[in-house]
């Protein structure tokens, strides 16, 4: 589901990268304050930075992953994989990486050749399509997002169909209800049905006309609506409540008619196709549901004897353990301990609204903690990893 991501790199990491053994920077002009800028690639990615620093990382992981294409599926457990993989080659930790840009979207199978479905698609709310340069798509733009249907095949030369449709969020705020804010947040699994959520709303706001309805046995209003629909310009023209009503009748018109409805069948096909993507992951299939937990065995620095490992200063050991109760995962909060699995997926700590100053003393305990971790991390350097510790508390 996730494709292009664009990262801020934050911390001793913007250093450490610079110099970084698997990136060969190269001067790349000078920015609008006269510093010399740096550009270094390595895989499906590129970073950016100056002199001293690399201070950003922008790339695709689905490309990374199928060694730099994006048609084929890309699952959750693929995501994971690839993003453990990444960090663990650069030294780096997802929780450290914020995330600037994020593309999401699917790749599907589309009942009617895809030239035939871009043509059917008139509007997003008010804004009308643009057409690709490369003539394989449509985008429309928004000032916070913009979405973009294209042919897939066409853009790798292969045969059959296949519509990606995807939504590429250039400011973050756009998401800010679903708190998604580092590379890690992408990793949770309640964070891609949120996700998918999203992506099925903006897909529900487009104005798709449907192809091959007849005329006959309608009321002269609804043919005169049903011969302009495909018109940008008539839509805009209208009021917000005319919009709505008109769309109404429309639909109405769709319904009745014996064709297939083209908008119900590509919902229907992108929500399946999300669904396949957020697997489950294979080794619970047969033995249920596991968390992950630290054991504290074999951390960096003291390995088992007559074995070689290797050191990534933000990976540590863990376990798999069995959710003990119903099979349903207990979360509590971090700073309590109270059981919190009954408030909403998202909520880290005990809730204000339900439980008063308690749950207020709980969050602001939380963010105290983290806001100090940060500081130390920029103003000093601490004694001891605490990467993984900030790593729990999320």
Known sequence: MFDGVKLRIQGRDQQRLRSHHLLSWKPKGVDTLGRERYVARWG???????????????????????GGENWADFTRDHFAEVVASVCIALGLHSSTLRLANLELGVNILPPIPTPDVLTCIVLHRTQRPTPFREGIGIEVLHSAYRFKIYDKARQYN??????????????MRTLGRYHVATLSDLLEPATWIALQGYLLARFDELLIVQPGVHAEGLRP???????RASDPNYWVGLTKGQRSEKRATLANIYTRSAS?????TLRALIASKLQELNNAPEQFAEDGP???APTGNDLPGTPSAGTERTFSPHVIKGA????????????????????I?????RSRVCSERLYGKEGKRCRNALSNRSLSLRRMDVRSYPLFDQTPFVTFLR
Not at 158 to 171: I, Q, T, Y
Not at 320 to 339: I, L, N, Y
Not at 341 to 345: G, L
Request: charged content about 30%; aromatic content about 8%.
């Open 221 to 227: 209003a609804e043919r005169e609506l049903l011969a």
């Open 290 to 292: 596991r968390t992950f």
């Open 341 to 345: 699995t009954h408030q909403d997926p």
């Open 260 to 264: 297939p409805n083209l908008k119900a």
């Open 320 to 339: 798999k353990v069995r959710f003990e109760g119903t099979g349903k995962e207990v979360r509590r909060c971090p700073v309590c301990g109270r059981d």
């Open 158 to 171: 292969r045969p059959g169909e296949l519509l990606r449709f995807e939504v590429a969020v250039k400011k």
């Open 44 to 66: 499906a990615f590129t970073f950016k930075g100056d002199a001293t620093r690399c201070t950003q990382m922008r790339g695709s992981f689905h490309q990374q992953h199928h």
